[in-house]
């Protein structure tokens, strides 16, 4: 099916959801601003602009200041912001041969303008809160950000092909970036090579790319780059964005001449990856695979002598928590860590995490349309082991091993996962295949 053709069905969908919220929760139509720029502290100076999510959800198009009117039984409106300005030069509809002739579009000059044209007596979602109620509209109605949200979980053929695209272009990234590194290359330059293989700006990016070689790689948001040469290890998270959408890949490479056993460790992961990836289907609650992950760390950590203890015994200790501190994945949309990971329905119920486990992002049962990353890792981060190296489990674990692994950092590979009917579908492994078996 042609593109076209499948955000016209994705527009459809998207509008018979809303009509259901507005219903549930009393409007008669939604106003959606696609973000207004931001200025830095002290100076005239804009932040790299990063549009309203929800606005994305129903127009690709780019830039700020543009906003949308939804309502049952009529055309949605694009007001679209094209101000007469010499100095900036107004973003093109790109791709607008696909989605532009869904919409009435009016142009606007001004923001006061465009504010205009969007209409009163309707909710209204965006970062502009105080202009919304100048002009009559409810600012955010939880209620129906809740349902929205909601809405956004189970993702639309449209959205699916979007992110295929998304995870073709970070994989093409993810080569150059990794040739650059066994090439000697430093954080910047394999940043930069990430960059040009995918074809944008930085600014452009799914998120601030992870660009870590070795102990840098045991910091889960590493955003600096450095211009040293030469590590033996590293740890690239990364994704492209297309149409909105953003994919999220990591990957972990080494050198020829790393030290066998951290190589070892990394085969390990990639494996538990693969195993988690296959156990995924419609009806297993994502709990249970984060369950499943330290299980089969546990099994590694055993196996490579880090830890003493038998793998049953090690899980009941916690003793793989400071190794795998983070949860094993999240949502994947247009948020990077997308929406509704804790929800349990449209009324914006939660199901939080167990204590043991905080940073899980994701509790919910799989469904088929859910879009998500599956990036078990194994870390030695210093802060999080020393409390175990001075507790009453410190016999349980091979310290000297451990500060001899510890320089080169961390281990990650993350996948993007379609559920499907039957059970998954791992985009990232036909485009990017692990580097390590």
């Given at each position: ?34 973000g ?37 039984g ?51 979602l965006?970062?502009?809160?105080g ?13 129906l ?11 639309s ?37 990430f ?46 964005r ?53 299980a ?14 038998a ?13 795998l ?38 509790t ?33 674990f ?40």
């Amino acid at each position: 099916m042609d593109l076209r053709t499948l955000f016209l069905d994705h527009l459809g969908r998207r509008m018979a959801w809303l009509e259901q919220g507005l219903a549930a929760t009393g409007f008669d139509a939604l106003v959606i601003s696609s973000g207004a720029p931001v200025s830095y502290y002290a100076d005239d100076h804009e932040a790299p602009f990063q549009g309203v999510p929800h606005f994305r959800h129903y127009c690709p198009l780019e830039g700020p200041n543009h906003l949308l009117r939804l309502e049952p039984g009529s055309r949605p409106l694009l007001v679209r912001y094209v101000p007469q300005d010499y100095w900036y030069e107004q973003l093109p509809m790109e791709g607008g041969e696909i989605w532009a002739d869904a919409f009435e579009i009016k142009e606007a000059a001004t923001e006061d303008e465009a504010w205009a044209l969007a209409g009163a007596r309707a909710a209204y979602l965006g970062d502009e809160p105080g202009r919304a109620e100048a002009a009559g509209l409810v600012p955010n109605p939880a209620s129906l950000v809740h349902h929205l949200d909601w809405g956004r979980s189970c993702k639309s053929p449209y959205e699916l092909r979007t992110l295929e695209e998304a995870t073709e272009r970070g994989a093409r990234g993810h080569r150059a970036s990794r040739e650059a590194f066994l090439a000697g290359g430093s954080e910047v330059e394999i940043h930069h090579a990430f960059v040009q293989a995918a074809d944008c700006l930085d600014q452009d990016l799914a998120f601030p790319s992870i660009v870590a070689l070795e102990p840098k790689g045991a910091i889960l948001h590493y955003r600096h780059k450095r211009h040293q040469r030469g590590g033996k290890v590293l740890l690239l998270d990364c994704g492209a964005r297309v149409r909105g959408y953003g994919s999220d890949i990591t990957r972990t490479s080494a050198v020829p001449a790393c030290d066998p056993r951290f190589t070892g460790l990394m085969g390990g992961v990639a494996r538990l990856q693969r195993t988690v990836c296959e156990a995924l289907r419609p009806g297993v609650p994502f709990l249970a695979m984060h369950e499943l992950a330290h299980a089969e760390l546990a099994a590694l950590l055993h196996q490579s002598g880090i830890l003493k203890a038998a793998p049953e015994e090690a899980l009941a200790l916690g003793l793989t928590r400071p190794f795998l501190p983070h949860g094993l994945g999240h949502f994947l949309g247009i948020n990077i860590h997308d929406v509704a990971g804790r929800q349990t329905g449209p009324d914006g119920g939660l199901l939080m995490p167990p204590e043991h486990y905080p940073a899980l992002r994701l509790t919910r049962t799989l469904e088929p349309g859910h879009v998500l990353t599956v990036e078990p890792g194994l870390y030695f981060i210093p802060m999080l082991l020393e409390p175990m190296r001075a507790g009453t489990h410190s016999g349980r674990f091979d310290w000297k091993l451990i500060d001899e692994l510890t320089p080169l950092g961390g281990i990650r590979f993350e996948d993007n996962v379609v559920i499907t009917e039957t059970g998954a579908r791992n985009v990232t492994q036909e485009y990017l295949p692990s580097w390590e078996t």
